[in-house]
């Protein structure tokens, strides 16, 4: 099996060969922040926005961070793999304590770790469960911190499911790992970005490019009931593209993986980006 090529505080290695303290606090309090750029035929999707979501992630958490250097070696990373399609992840973390404590030193040096992955974005329809969220208050940061995101999906995963649509006081926020869209009669639904949303590239870039075709995104404040309604719904990612959901097995609706608004919003998206 072919090496995973990686980088950690400035050092191209095999993943294999890097090792890390546990006492880095992105181990003892997820006390770090990333980001996943993909990549297709060696060319970075977003590059810049993604770029741009890292530094304000770190920003948000106070953590330092050589945003040229991460960019160099996202860069760097993309360039080596022997893929001309994936994804690179690349983490910032605080830095490593000499002994663990809720309060950081501002002393810390900031720790950096990527690494980079061939991938196919040739996604499929999945199932899905709607639960309540259960995530901390500021889901805009790409922290590290996924332990409400991990309980949800690993549930939903016992009922046959690769994903869950969260709802807080029963108004729908995001998916697991994704950002939702629904579309009820001609109207293309997206849940409003707030604190308990993540402003995904994925979904900005499909808004966008939606925009350019005269096509209309309505964001909103929307509820389980409206999304029962729907005729179509999918997901976007970094890693995902737009997938479609074929089944909600606990909330009653029906909606139709071959609905021609969600055919045209892909073919759209995959033109742009995956042609």
């Not at 139709?256 to 759209?268: A, E, R, S």
Request: glycine share 4%; charged share 25%.
């Amino acid at each position: 099996m072919e090496k995973i090529k990686a980088v950690f505080n400035g050092s191209f290695d095999a993943l294999e060969n890097i090792k890390i303290s546990p006492f880095s606090r992105a181990y003892t309090f997820s006390d770090s922040v990333y980001e996943v750029v993909p990549f297709f035929n060696s060319k970075a999707i977003a590059y810049e926005d993604h770029i741009e979501r890292l530094k304000n992630s770190s920003k948000s958490l106070s953590i330092d961070i050589d945003i040229k250097n991460a960019a160099d070696e996202i860069n760097k990373l993309i360039k080596s793999c022997n893929s001309k399609n994936g994804y690179v992840y690349y983490q910032v973390t605080r830095g490593v304590d000499l002994i663990r404590s809720h309060l950081y030193s501002n002393s810390l040096e900031t720790e950096t770790f990527g690494y980079v992955l061939p991938f196919s974005f040739n996604t499929q329809p999945i199932k899905v469960m709607a639960c309540k969220d259960q995530r901390w208050g500021r889901c805009d940061i790409k922290s590290t911190s996924l332990l409400g995101n991990i309980m949800s999906m690993n549930s939903a995963q016992k009922e046959g499911c690769k994903e869950v649509i969260m709802h807080r006081d029963n108004i729908l926020t995001e998916a697991g790992a994704s950002n939702l869209f629904f579309s009820v009669g001609n109207k293309i639904c997206t849940p409003a970005l707030s604190n308990n949303i993540l402003p995904g590239i994925t979904r900005s870039l499909l808004i966008k490019e939606l925009k350019k075709s005269q096509i209309k995104v309505i964001e909103d404040e929307y509820t389980l009931a409206d999304l029962s309604k729907a005729s179509s719904a999918w997901l976007t990612s970094s890693t995902k593209g737009l997938a479609a959901i074929s089944e909600i097995v606990n909330l009653d609706s029906n909606l139709n993986i071959n609905d021609p608004i969600f055919l045209k919003c892909k073919d759209i998206f995959d033109n742009k980006f995956f042609s």
